[in-house]
């Protein structure tokens, strides 16, 4: 992670602004499928409980990130509809990389409406599901159902448990190896997938082989 991204660098240095910008930004543009959400919420937990940099109450900072969350998707969403058959055939570019996009669109494909909310705890799924959602004109009223579950158990979630995580000695005191270990965490369901797509292909492949 770029010190840039590094999430109490972020934290001291744009504040709570800085947080809600991030999360917003990763819950559903384009360009925020890079920002460190999951780490960055867990250390605004821990900071809170601190009381380092942020000193705004807990229920406060929950509910602002949460309402960024959400509106984050909103704007996927919106986006996505307006115009999603466009993105589908554009190319790649530095920052736009289609296979994101795909991963999303097969994640959205599985889970359906449900995706909305599991895809919260997937980063780069996370902020291509709501585009993908719009673009394949999912119901408007079920997307924000799911949306509003998915985005204040997600914020809500990561960041209540940094707060009392973060007030435990060991993890004050071990916080990047902490952070490292929630990415981890974070990307296992995509790394079990795609052993799942791998294994799936190979057994397609002998099937066409033995025909």
Same mark, same amino acid.
């Not at 819950?27 to 780490?39: K, R, T």
């Not at 969403?77 to 920052?95: C, M, N, Q, T, V």
């Not at 494909?109 to 799924?125: E, H, M, N, Q, T």
């Given at each position: 992670?770029?010190?840039?991204?590094?999430?109490?660098?972020?934290?001291?240095?744009?504040?709570?602004?800085?947080?809600? $910008?991030?999360?917003?930004?990763?819950?559903?543009?384009?360009?925020?499928?890079?920002? @460190?959400?999951?780490?960055?919420?867990?250390? $605004?937990?821990?900071?809170?409980?601190?009381?380092?940099?942020?000193?705004?109450?807990?229920?406060?900072?929950?509910?602002?990130?949460? =309402?960024?969350?959400?509106?984050?998707?909103?704007?996927?969403?919106?986006?996505?509809?307006?115009?999603? @058959? =466009?993105?589908?055939?554009?190319?790649?570019?530095?920052?736009? %990389?289609?296979?994101?996009?795909?991963? =999303?669109?097969?994640?959205?494909?599985?889970?359906?409406?449900?995706?909305?909310?599991?895809?919260?705890?997937? @980063?780069?799924?996370?902020?291509?599901? @709501?585009?993908? =959602?719009?673009?394949?004109?999912?119901?408007?009223?079920?997307?924000?159902?799911?949306?509003?579950?998915?985005?204040?158990?997600?914020?809500?979630?990561?960041?209540?448990?940094?707060?009392?995580?973060?007030?435990?000695?060991?993890?004050?005191?071990?916080?990047?190896?902490?952070?490292?270990?929630?990415?981890?965490?974070?990307?296992?369901?995509?790394?079990?997938?795609?052993?799942?797509?791998?294994?799936?292909?190979?057994?397609?492949?002998? %099937?066409?082989?033995?025909?």
């Amino acid at each position: 992670m770029t010190h840039y991204l590094d999430p109490e660098f972020l934290i001291s240095t744009f504040g709570l602004i800085g947080i809600l $910008t991030v999360v917003f930004a990763e819950s559903g543009l384009l360009i925020g499928f890079f920002l @460190p959400g999951d780490s960055l919420l867990f250390t $605004t937990g821990l900071l809170v409980a601190d009381g380092t940099y942020l000193h705004q109450p807990l229920w406060l900072i929950c509910l602002l990130v949460s =309402a960024a969350a959400v509106a984050g998707d909103q704007v996927g969403y919106l986006f996505g509809r307006r115009i999603g @058959p =466009a993105l589908f055939r554009r190319e790649d570019s530095r920052l736009f %990389k289609r296979h994101n996009l795909d991963r =999303a669109r097969e994640f959205f494909d599985k889970y359906g409406a449900r995706s909305i909310v599991l895809a919260r705890f997937v @980063p780069v799924v996370r902020t291509f599901t @709501p585009i993908v =959602a719009g673009a394949t004109r999912m119901h408007y009223r079920t997307f924000v159902v799911y949306n509003v579950i998915g985005g204040v158990l997600w914020s809500i979630g990561v960041t209540v448990l940094g707060y009392f995580l973060g007030q435990i000695a060991v993890v004050r005191d071990h916080i990047e190896l902490i952070l490292i270990g929630i990415v981890v965490i974070s990307v296992i369901p995509i790394g079990v997938e795609l052993l799942r797509g791998r294994a799936r292909s190979r057994r397609a492949a002998t %099937k066409h082989d033995a025909s």
